[in-house]
């Protein structure tokens, strides 16, 4: 059974960094397309990151680009969103997805596979 686990959110300062990490229970993590989204409360799930399997071909969102950084380390079976210059929009659960697939995808419908989430708040 495929497992995905978030940690690393918390309350965060206006300007601040956090750092996230998705740790796969998945046998051939290497092949998996990974991404982060997110959701404010009231909103749609929304893309924010994703990066391909050998971390060639990388997307942002457009709000978060400059100051986020995706990442992965296929020997840990875990991806990290790093984000800096945090600001109070930025306050939502922030989900793990992977996907089955060469190519890197956008939209949430191409994911296969969720963690539960982790809370970020970031305070003005």
Do not use: H
């Not at 982060?36 to 997307?59: D, H, L, M």
């Not at 992965?72 to 984000?83: E, H, I, S, W």
């Not at 929009?89 to 982790?118: D, F, I, L, P, S």
Request: aromatic fraction near 12%; glycine fraction near 10%; include cysteine.
């Amino acid at each position: 059974q495929v497992q995905l686990v978030e940690s690393g959110g918390g309350l965060v300062q206006a300007g601040g960094s956090l750092r996230l990490s998705c740790a796969a229970s998945l046998r051939t993590f290497s092949n998996y397309v990974m991404a982060w989204f997110r959701q404010a409360p009231g909103k749609e799930r929304e893309f924010v990151a994703a990066i391909s399997w050998s971390g060639g071909t990388i997307y942002y969102a457009d709000s978060v680009k400059g100051r986020f950084t995706i990442s992965r380390d296929n020997a840990k079976n875990t991806v990290y969103l790093q984000m800096n210059s945090l600001e109070p929009e930025g306050t939502a659960v922030y989900y793990c997805a992977g996907r089955t697939a060469e190519w890197v995808a956008r939209n949430k419908e191409a994911y296969n596979y969720w963690g539960q989430g982790t809370q970020v708040a970031v305070s003005s």
